[in-house]
């Protein structure tokens, strides 16, 4: 039967074994007083104040062993070498986790000491003390969490993800290792260190003992088995292009597509516009690397090498890391559309329908394309009049 003494939200745990007051036992010493007289009540009124002391004292513990309410935010949380329990449980409580070292200690000196291993753990505040030490007898090379980075993530927007999530990593130790040429990519062109477009966005199980380093190197590892998988090496040559260049590719339809069903199409527009040596003018490449508090205008009219609007060509470089389907449409474009559609209605007869202009055509990111550029000024009004553009 349950001791009434334990508040409800108390959590069973194996390595507390806490022993509390009965309240019958309070119940049963209240009456005997009333027979008691002289000295002998008063030692009475004393054994009993000690033993109601002796049970709020215990009532007490318990709550700090074991806190109430939900856990408390998550954080990690570095164990240093050379640290001792007594340093590790000061920072413990300085960072919420615990209430109260000096109990802490004790607890640990009870259940035969804590033999801590340098490295990071994910810890909660107001964590159980029993869970607490089970988590920091775990090594960290055996505690991982779940990281996460969409299609479309920046290599710095990436750091800034992981960063986040594992407080001991740093954004701008991760750009380093992305950039500075430590971690090769079978991907990557001669002479290039940035892994901008070449680590695949997925998420990923990062260790307590795991460096920006090692990151970068699985996201690039991921990103060359992919492209086994898609075959990009002999697509690409079919294509006309490099490995590289379709990365590039993928990487503005990954930052441009907003439905799956684009995706190719977009890809035949590059295609086709760089066939025809037109400049590609896709926005997302012209914002990369700019100051987000820059105007469109201002942004349009400085010159970078990814302004698609001044220069001809692909952008040198990735503009983000796309996932398998932008991948795979970039190798696999949707040709030339059938006669039903939006592009070749109304063309004249001595006009090849392709894909060759795209704007945004509804609120769930759909794309209206057009063969000519009069079709596409057409659209363009069309997303205005719906409020889809400025």
Known sequence: ???????????????????????????????????????????????????????????????????????????????????????VAGRLEASGVISNAT???????????????????????????????????????????????????????MGSRLSSKMTFMAAADFITAATDGSVPSELSPKGNTNLEGLLFPDTYQVAGDDTESRVVARMASMMQRVAKQVDLVAGAKVRGYSPYEVLVIASLIEREAKIPEDRSKIAQVIYNRLAAKMPLEIDAAVKYGQDPAMSWTDMKATDTPYNTYLH???????????????????????????????????????????????????????????????????????????????
């Not at 000196?109 to 920091?136: F, R, V, W």
């Open 1 to 87: 039967m349950k001791d009434p003494l334990l508040p409800n939200d108390w959590r069973e745990d194996p390595w507390d074994n806490v022993s509390v007051l009965p309240e019958s036992l309070t119940e049963e010493l209240a009456p005997t007083l009333d027979g008691v007289r002289g000295p002998l009540r008063l030692v009475a009124i004393v054994v009993v104040a000690v033993v109601l002391l002796l049970g709020l004292s215990g009532w007490w513990v318990v709550r700090q062993l074991n806190p109430s309410g939900p856990l408390g935010k998550a954080l990690n949380f570095t164990v240093n070498e050379g640290d001792t329990v007594s340093s």
């Open 312 to 390: 001809k060509g692909l952008p040198p470089t990735p503009i983000a890391n796309p996932g398998r389907a932008s991948i795979v449409a970039a190798l696999a474009p949707a040709g030339v559309p059938p006669k039903t559609d939006e592009a070749c209605v109304g063309l004249a007869k001595n006009v090849k329908c392709q894909y060759l202009y795209y704007v945004l055509a509804n609120a769930q990111g759909g794309h209206a394309f057009a063969t000519t550029y009069e079709q596409h000024l057409a659209n363009v009004e069309t997303a205005k009049t719906a409020g889809l553009l400025p």
């Open 103 to 157: 109990l802490f200690k004790w607890y640990v000196s009870t259940k035969g000491g804590l033999d801590l291993i340098p490295g990071y753990y994910a810890l909660h505040q107001k964590e159980n003390a029993g869970d607490l030490i089970a988590t920091l007898s775990i090594a960290p090379s055996n505690t991982f969490q779940s990281v996460t980075f969409p299609e479309g993530m920046t290599v710095a927007q």
